[in-house]
């Protein structure tokens, strides 16, 4: 399969939603909290985290590499590729959150409970794409990976 733009826009928006809200909401439960830090703090940073994933990597991540993958043989980048594109994302998403979140007016979060939200989150996405993803959405595949 080789990815359509709007085919990577959709199936990232639908996976961060089917599985990265739940997720979201559980890990938020356990992750370290600063001195201080609610758990409502936590969730409200844990979220907007996700919210800056769907919105940032749709907007400005998937255009970007899917330009960059027009200069490949093969208009597609190798399954661990896209598995490392969620280091300068979480980057992005950390520099964002730090400035314009929730992380100022609550100190819940700090970068290590931002590394594992996000972490954990860019591996259970990255695996729903590259393997169960395909059974329920058979055809996914066969159509850029578009899902409407």
């Known amino acids: 399969m080789v990815p359509t733009l709007s085919?990577?826009?959709?199936?990232?928006i639908f996976l961060l939603i089917v599985v990265g809200v739940p997720w979201t909401a559980l890990v938020s439960l356990v992750l370290p909290r600063?001195?201080?830090g609610t758990l409502s703090g936590m969730y409200e940073a844990t979220f907007f985290v996700l919210g800056t994933v769907i919105v940032v990597g749709s907007v400005f991540w998937e255009p970007l590499?899917?330009?960059?993958?027009?200069f490949r043989w093969e208009k597609d980048w190798p399954i661990l590729f896209l598995?490392?594109?969620?280091?300068?994302?979480a980057i992005i998403a950390y520099v964002i959150l730090k400035n314009l979140g929730p992380m100022p007016?609550?100190?819940?979060?700090g970068w290590p409970a931002f590394v594992i939200d996000f972490?954990?989150?860019?591996?259970?996405?990255?695996?729903?794409?590259v393997g169960p993803m395909r059974v329920p959405f058979h055809r996914w595949r066969?159509?850029?990976?578009?899902?409407i």
């Open 7 to 12: 085919g990577r826009i959709q199936t990232r």
């Open 34 to 36: 600063k001195p201080g």
């Open 65 to 70: 590499y899917h330009a960059l993958m027009q």
């Open 83 to 89: 598995l490392l594109e969620g280091i300068p994302e």
């Open 105 to 109: 007016k609550h100190p819940a979060a």
């Open 119 to 129: 972490a954990s989150l860019w591996i259970l996405v990255w695996l729903c794409a």
């Open 142 to 147: 066969f159509r850029g990976g578009q899902l």
